[in-house]
């Protein structure tokens, strides 16, 4: 009788495999219209591997929104941690989670499918599971900017960090069609239109006097 021998391929490799086709065809198709079994031929892997690392669809596709988030942690980190004032911390963070956005398109695609599209009832889950963590680490980094007197203390932090994600979301989903808008120059130059955001939002939200562009307010 033959005997089976145990893969040689590692058990990271595979992981990787998976979550990379899992991510590509939830952001094309959505969670209904995937099965398992599309992912494991995606991924060239057999679907008893795929329930080796996910015990369900649903914990694969809760594991892949989660992977798809990991650069806007990166771009919290080089905002908590990088030199520059608060605002050029924040230009940072606008510019570096926008630019991942646009070259990381179906990690955005799946996110964003995610967020308009969900189910009734999964909302709660996916604030709890998946966007929480990065979601409140973005407002205590702009609440300790209050504390440190760059931003005016009488703004919600909340709504100073929703108002950060939807203007790079808005980008993202408008931009084909912003390059056919008269007068929209900034189209194709993300940094631009994060600069001029950023600089709207300073006029708004700082404490005290603003100086000219490339000064410190």
């Known amino acids: ?14 992981v990787s495999r998976i979550l990379a086709a899992a991510k590509d065809l939830f952001a094309r198709h959505g969670y209904d219209h995937v099965s398992m079994n599309a992912v494991a031929g995606a991924a060239g ?3 008893a591997n795929v329930f080796h ?11 892949s929104l989660s992977q798809a988030c990991e650069a806007s942690r990166s771009s919290l980190d080089a905002m908590e941690e990088g030199d520059g004032d608060a605002w050029q911390r924040i230009r ?3 510019d570096e989670h926008l630019d991942h956005m646009l070259s990381h398109s179906r990690d955005s ?12 009832g999964t909302g ?4 709890q599971e998946v966007f929480r963590d990065n979601f409140n680490r973005l407002v205590a980094i702009i609440a300790e900017c209050q504390r440190e007197g760059a931003l005016r203390p009488d703004l919600d932090p909340v709504f100073i960090s929703t108002l950060l994600l939807g203007a790079n979301v808005f980008f993202f989903q408008s931009q084909e069609v912003m390059r056919h808008l008269d007068g929209v120059d900034f189209a194709d130059e993300p940094s631009r239109y994060g600069a001029m955001f950023v600089d ?18």
């Open 1 to 14: 009788m033959p005997v089976s021998l145990p893969s040689t391929e590692p058990s990271g490799d595979s």
């Open 124 to 127: 709660q889950r996916l604030a």
């Open 200 to 217: 709207i939002l300073m006029r708004g939200a700082a404490s005290g006097p603003v100086a000219n562009e490339g000064e410190k307010p």
């Open 109 to 120: 695609r799946l996110i964003l499918r995610e967020v308009v599209e969900n189910c009734p």
């Open 45 to 47: 892997v057999s679907k």
């Open 53 to 63: 690392h996910f015990k369900s669809k649903d914990e694969l596709y809760i594991r």
């Open 92 to 94: 940072r963070f606008v």
